[in-house]
Structures are given as structure tokens and as C-alpha cells.
């Protein structure tokens, strides 16, 4: 069993910043990639953020130049550095993270966090 545990939500004002941290734990050999999602009221949850085991970064064009993934894989832990807040980025944030059980587990399993919010006033 894994779980996933987000960290770092709030309230924030226009133009500032916010650093969400997810640490998985568990039952892990490594992990492929780690992603970020949020869901807004009333809208369909959409992919914020990806990183592979290797580094290799996608943002989404939403918030490209604001947002930054990175993880630490001694830790088991992925970040997602948000700057220039827009009140449209209040959402749910969601750790989304495919694990390997074991060396022969090539493709893992998906686990998901349970959520934390972002709230940015205007």
C-alpha cells in the first residue's frame, strides 16, 4: 500500500506565491512519473505539472513560467513551485504518482493524493 500526502495549500493573495510539497510513502521501489492535477468548482480536473524519474519536465501552458515541478527522489517527494498566483489558479491541487512495487513492476500503479487547496484572492 502507498499513500500520498500533500502539503503546503492556502490562501494567498494575487501575485504571490506558494510551495505545495507531496511525499509518497509505502510499499515503493521507485517511481516513474509524478504529476500534479487541480480541479476548480464546477470544472473538469486538469493536469498542472509532470516529472519522470529522470527529470524530464512538462507544464501545462496555463501556467507556464509561473509554475516549477521538481522532486527529490532520495525522498520520495514531489514539489510544485507556484509564483505570480492568479485568482483562476484556485483549485484543489492533486498528487498523482505511478509506483513500483517491485524491480519486475515496470508500468506500477497510479495512487493519488487525497487533495490540499489553493485559494488566491483577488
Known amino acids: 500500500q502507498v499513500q500520498l500526502v500533500e502539503s503546503g495549500g492556502g490562501l494567498v493573495q494575487a501575485g504571490g506565491s506558494l510551495r505545495l510539497s507531496c511525499a509518497a510513502s509505502?510499499?515503493?521501489?521507485?517511481?516513474?512519473?509524478m504529476k500534479w492535477y487541480r480541479q476548480a468548482p464546477g470544472r473538469q480536473r486538469e493536469l498542472v505539472a509532470s516529472?519522470?524519474?529522470?527529470?524530464?519536465?512538462y507544464v501545462a501552458d496555463s501556467v507556464k513560467g509561473r509554475f516549477t515541478i521538481s522532486r527529490d527522489n532520495a525522498k520520495n517527494t514531489v514539489y510544485l513551485q507556484m509564483n505570480s498566483l492568479k485568482p483562476d489558479d484556485t483549485a484543489d491541487y492533486y498528487c498523482?504518482?505511478?509506483?513500483?512495487?517491485?524491480?519486475?513492476?515496470?508500468?506500477?500503479?497510479?495512487?493519488w493524493g487525497k487533495g490540499t487547496l489553493v485559494t488566491v484572492s483577488s
Open positions: 498523482n504518482a505511478e509506483v513500483r512495487s517491485s524491480w519486475d513492476d515496470y508500468y506500477g500503479m497510479d495512487y
Open positions: 509505502g510499499s515503493i521501489f521507485s517511481i516513474n512519473d
Open positions: 516529472i519522470t524519474s529522470g527529470g524530464s519536465t
